[in-house]
Structures are given as C-alpha cells and as structure tokens.
C-alpha cells in the first residue's frame, strides 16, 4: 500500500555504541546528545534505549519537557540554554540545567522568583567564537554566579571547534588549561574529543553523532577501529526498470548522458525523503546488496541508479541509500557533506520501523509505546532534585 522508502533503526546498535563511548569513558558521566530529535532518529522512539546514560543533552526546550512527560527523571542540559527569559521558569519547574553563554542569561536567572536554584553550565569561548564569555571575562564571571541565589551548581563547559582533525587543538586545549579552575567541575569533550582526546574528558562528556554510528569527521574510516555500528539504515525499492541507449541522457537538466547501453533503476526514493538534492553522479548506493551509483539529478520522489551488470536487479529489489552497509559518510561525502546532515535531512513522510533483530528493547518499544499517566504524576511532586550533581 505504502510507498517502500523507509528508515529502520537498530536499538540494538544504539545500545552498543552507548556501551562502547561508556567503555572509552570509564571515569566521567556521559550527556547522550540527542538533539535535532535525536539527530534525525526520532527522540521519543530512542529514548528508552539509552535509558542506562546519565543524563540527555539537547537544544529544544520543548523536547526536554517532553522527555520528562516521557518518563526520564535524570539530568537534562539544555547545550545553547533558554532563548528567552521567561524559560528560567519552566527550567525550574522541569529540573532542567542550562548553560549559561551571555549576559541576558545570568540577568533572567538572578530576576526570576525561584523556589529551587537552577545547575548551570558556564560556558567558555575558548576559540570557537560561537557561544560563551571569553577567556579574560571568565575568571570575573564564576566569582559573580556564585553570588547569584538562584543559582545551584556550576560546570565549567566549552566546545571545541577542531577536535575532529586535530588542527588547533593544542592551542584550544592551552587556552583551557589556563582559564578554568580546579574547584569546579568541567565538560569539554563532544564525540569526537571523547573517542581522540582522553585528556578531556573531565567529569561529564557529551557524545553525539558516535551514539548514532556515524563519524564526527565524516571519514568512515576515522572511526572504523572504535566497532560503533550504524542505527539508522535508510532504504527503499526499485520501481522500474529503463532500458536506455548509449548517448541517451537521464533525468532533469540531463545531467547524465549514457557512456554505453544502460539498465537503468528508478528507486522511490527523493529529496522530499531527505536524500540530498545535490548528490553527485557516482554516489555510492546499494541494490540487491550490489554497490553502484547515482546517475543523474535526484528528483522529488524518485532517484536514478546504473544497474546494468546486475541481472538480478528488477522491480522490487531492494536499495539501501544508507546505513547497515553503506556507512551515511560515504554518502556524505561524495555530496560534499558530512553524515549529521544527511541523518537530520529525514523527512516526515519517511515511515520510521524497528529493527526486529532480536533485541528485547526494540520489542519493548513496539508493543508497549510510552504510557505517560503515571509519570505525569512524578513530574508535579518529585522534581526537585534532579538535577543533583550534574
Ligand atoms: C551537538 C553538540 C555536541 C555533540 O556533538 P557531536 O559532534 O555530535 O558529538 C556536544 N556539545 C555541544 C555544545 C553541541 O552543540
């Protein structure tokens, strides 16, 4: 009935690289980033798999709220904090612990009639530039949050904007060592510093892209020793064969011109399913297990793949555009892109199923979908202390 473009997640997957980041990780607690509803995956389907993290990172206040109407009654950490002021209310309410990277932040929380103090993570520019007080404010800015009343505990926190190639990192890494202090805690390290950079690591770490399988650099074979296996595996059918002859061209803008007499299959995969528009001719793909690629401009709902010494391949056979065995950062990287992007780009209309390899999770999901009555409960009386320690 349905169209065959679809997403399978792998619980199980997930469940192993939390087991493997937790391995390279022994001594701090770990933050499962799960932004971007969870990187594209899907947050409330997910959740429950990594249940054994010590606490959820995200962007999304609204996401955060839902995750403790989902049940989660661990540490939540908002990574940009609140984006308007009257939010500190709905921190306190929801034992959420934000960072703190500007003025007007600090300004909302020391207003706000609070009955609890809020955990904050103080938020270092150490060279990225982006979000946090710079080095020479840094010192000024702990003595003045520690005299704000509705402030609970404080994380020193910063992001690195190299740690995936190394470039520069010496001189981000000297830049900490000489601003943070030793009396409060730290959280440096993002997924790629957590699997490169031990020295790093401090008391929390905040994993992304690694919990999914994919490479924080976008080069598979970076993360190839680390054993971290694809969630999602993004896969569809062939619709139709065409027979086309040499010189001929295929799609919009006839991009690609037959080098030779081709086989030629129409996969019902688009870019409104999330694939890349401007994916390249030569794409890696898979078909019947078969690796071949991409010939000519992928089109909304359909895309076009050489087939042509594959005799097996007909109506119905099967293409993986990613994941299992095709790792998303070779896709990504012949479009030019790294593996976030394409896991993000997931559309609405893509079905999303589970795995059924086996994992008892995945058959705990299926059968029994959140049931939130009771937590609702929990969440009015027994907020309070969270966020204790983190
Ligand atoms: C997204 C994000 C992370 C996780 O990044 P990965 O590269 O996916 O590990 C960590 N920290 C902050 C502040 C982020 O925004």
């Known amino acids: 009935m349905s169209r065959p473009a679809k997403v399978t997640l792998n ?46 990172a995200l962007i999304e206040l609204d996401n955060a709220i839902m995750l403790r109407e989902e049940g989660w009654l661990g540490p939540i950490l908002l990574l940009e904090g609140f984006f308007k002021p009257e939010d500190v209310y ?12 500007s003025d007007w932040q600090l300004e909302a929380i020391d207003k ?25 404010q840094y010192h000024q800015i702990i003595q003045r949050v520690k005299n704000i009343q509705n402030i609970g505990s404080i994380t020193q926190m910063t992001h690195f904007a190299n740690s995936d190639t190394g470039v520069n990192m010496d ?11 030793d009396e409060l805690p730290r959280c440096l390290a993002n997924s790629a510093a957590t699997l490169f950079y031990p020295e790093t690591h401090y008391d929390w770490v905040r994993p992304g892209i690694i919990l999914y399988g994919a490479s924080p650099s976008g080069i598979w074979q970076d993360i190839a020793s680390f ?34 007499d081709m086989r030629v299959g129409v996969v019902a995969c688009g870019y409104a399913d999330g694939y890349p528009r401007h994916a390249p001719d030569g794409t890696p793909i898979l ?7 991409l010939v000519g401009r992928i089109s909304m709902d359909m895309l076009t793949i050489d087939v042509t010494d594959f005799a097996d391949v007909t109506y119905g056979s099967s293409v993986e555009l990613w994941g299992e065995h095709l790792p998303v950062d070779d896709v990504a990287s012949a479009c030019g ?22 994992s008892y999770l995945s058959d705990f999901n299926r059968n029994n979908p959140v049931d939130n009555s009771q937590n609702q409960n929990k969440i009015n009386t027994t907020f309070s202390d969270l966020n204790e320690g983190c």
């Open 11 to 56: 619980l199980e997957a997930l469940a192993h690289n939390l087991a493997v980041i937790k391995h390279k990780a022994k001594n701090s607690k770990i933050w499962s980033v799960v932004k971007a509803d969870a990187y594209g995956h899907g947050l409330s389907r997910l959740w429950p798999t990594l249940s054994k993290t010590d606490g959820f």
């Open 90 to 101: 709905l921190l306190e309410r929801y034992s959420i612990t934000t960072v703190v990277h």
């Open 112 to 136: 706000a009639q609070l009955e609890r103090p809020i955990n904050i993570y103080l938020k270092l520019n150490s060279g990225m530039n982006r979000l946090g007080y710079r080095p020479e």
């Open 171 to 181: 001189k981000q890494k000297h830049v900490i060592e000489q601003t943070m202090i």
């Open 227 to 260: 054993n971290l296996k694809p969630v999602m595996t993004f896969s569809s059918e062939i619709l139709s064969i065409q027979h086309v002859k040499k010189g001929e061209q295929i799609g919009y803008g006839s991009r690609y011109t037959a080098s030779r």
């Open 287 to 293: 078909v019947n297990g078969h690796k071949t690629q």
């Open 337 to 358: 892109t790294i593996g976030y992007e394409l896991l993000c780009a997931i559309a609405p209309r893509v079905k999303v199923e589970i795995a059924k390899n086996g």
